[in-house]
């Protein structure tokens, strides 16, 4: 084994929904020991906000419960986007972590649109709520200009449990390129919305994914109880986190879907030229600094929403219902969750009804899926197309993508371990044994079942 290699790696990994604690073999990257729970909302006041202080103790616990079995000698951590900490002069917020749901008077928003810079600088459309995180810092300035007075440094959000950690301010470009307004992708520098929000001199220093931020500081060592100093990485954007892995061990044009809250397009290898804002695509950064052309829609919470109640049937029993549906046209049309995606004007409803539980769950996957063909097409995505987290696991979806492409969709069967967390563990050096995807049959013909979806869009059905 490489002597720089670390035996074990614990990752922090906090999604909009949930957040867990997973311990990775240095060697394989093989998930040992997971800890996982809910990540709440608090409504307020000021705003919503994270409930940070429940998170740091999760993870201080789960830290705890891991350092003596199995063991760890390094910590990454990875992140949803749309986030940002507010520190103050003494390292303590300085304001809550706002929820990046939470929407905005009109007056605040159509300020944010005069200053918000076009999209040929920065490749990030405008986006509802605080989903740009430019908008973010703009209602924090605007509306609780005394709070923010006190702001002394400004880190994206893995950067922030880093320092919580560490006591090392940094920021980083994976989340600085997600669509937040504030990141000029084709320069690599900090786009003008930073100096027209007056706000360079609170922006931490950019570190990359890769560094070392510093050992966990004695205080939380104590805590936790580890015996020696353990390095923290940097940390990194969840969905680039993802593609990480993949960029390591393929040379592109290839297309990786992260799936979770949201389903998010990669089009490793694509030109960023022709993006469309209006229909959420936009130019990620990955772990190298380089623009990815990306498109995205909420669809994990949409699945959530319109299977709300349903127990999920077996594969052999959605595949059936599936069938069915294709048979009889039933479909779900966008949205269920209003203002993102490649359609943000429409809203959701169902053509006919399904008939049955498993008919319902086979209808939403095919939807989620016909949702994730219109984004890789709008990204100009090119061969082999990766899928990771929850919907890797939902057959319907993947025969669907596999027939409406005609390209090789693939899921890590073997892996063992979520996209998100393996990515984290990259940046301590696990580097994984080869792996083993398989490749999903075009089982499903869904070829006009599409071309009815795609017709119905521009219908006044």
């Given at each position: ?180 307004d504030l990141w000029n992708p084709g ?50 954007h969840d969905s680039n986190a993802s ?219």
């Amino acid at each position: 084994m490489n002597a720089s290699r670390p035996r074990r790696v614990a990752v922090i990994d906090i999604g909009k929904t949930n957040a867990k604690v997973v311990v990775l073999d240095g060697e394989t990257g093989a998930e040992i020991a997971i800890r996982r729970t809910a990540n709440g909302v608090v409504a307020g006041p000021p705003y919503p906000h994270y409930d940070v202080e429940a998170l740091w103790s999760f993870i201080l616990s789960a830290l705890a419960s891991f350092a003596e079995a199995p063991g760890y000698d390094a910590i990454s951590i990875t992140t949803h986007g749309a986030s940002a900490a507010l520190l103050d002069a003494d390292g303590r917020l300085a304001m809550p972590v706002l929820d990046y749901e939470h929407g905005y008077p009109a007056d605040v928003v159509s300020d944010y649109a005069a200053l918000r810079p076009a999209f040929p600088e920065t490749c990030s459309p405008a986006l509802p709520v605080g989903l740009n995180l430019g908008a973010q810092l703009h209602y924090q300035k605007t509306v609780f200009s005394e709070a923010f007075a006190r702001v002394r440094t400004i880190l994206t959000y893995p950067q922030y449990w880093a320092f919580r950690l560490t006591g090392v301010a940094a920021n980083e470009v994976t989340s600085l390129g997600c669509h937040t307004d504030l990141w000029n992708p084709g320069q690599g520098v900090y786009s003008s919305l930073v100096d027209r929000l007056e706000i360079r001199t609170l922006m931490a220093p950019v570190r990359s994914a890769f560094d070392v931020l510093g050992p966990v500081l004695p205080e939380v060592r104590r805590v936790i109880g580890l015996n020696a100093a353990v390095p923290v990485y940097c940390g990194i954007h969840d969905s680039n986190a993802s593609l990480l892995p993949h960029l390591i061990g393929r040379q592109p044009p290839f297309s990786v879907v992260s799936t979770g809250t949201w389903v998010i397009c990669f089009a490793a290898g694509s030109d960023p030229a022709g993006l469309d804002p209006m229909r959420d695509t936009l130019s990620n950064v990955d772990t190298f600094a380089r623009p990815v052309p990306s498109a995205r829609f909420m669809g994990g919470r949409e699945f959530e929403i319109l299977t709300q109640g349903v127990v999920e049937p077996s594969p052999e029993a959605m595949e059936s219902a599936a069938r069915a549906v294709i048979g009889k046209g039933v479909m779900v049309l966008p949205n269920a969750v209003d203002g993102s995606g490649p359609f943000p004007d429409r809203k959701g409803q169902w053509i006919g009804e399904p008939a049955s539980e498993a008919e319902r769950v086979a209808a939403v996957s095919l939807y989620v899926a016909m949702m994730t063909v219109t984004c890789l097409d709008l990204v100009k995505a090119a061969g082999p197309i990766i899928v990771e987290g929850p919907m890797s696991r939902n057959s319907v979806f993947l025969a669907a993508m596999a027939s409406m492409t005609g390209r090789d969709v693939t899921v890590d069967t073997d892996a063992g371990t979520s996209g998100t967390a393996l990515g984290a563990a990259l940046l301590a050096g696990v580097r994984p044994q080869a792996r083993h995807p398989t490749v999903i049959s075009p089982s499903l013909d869904v070829g006009s079942y599409l071309g009815h979806w795609r017709a119905a869009l521009v219908s006044d059905v």
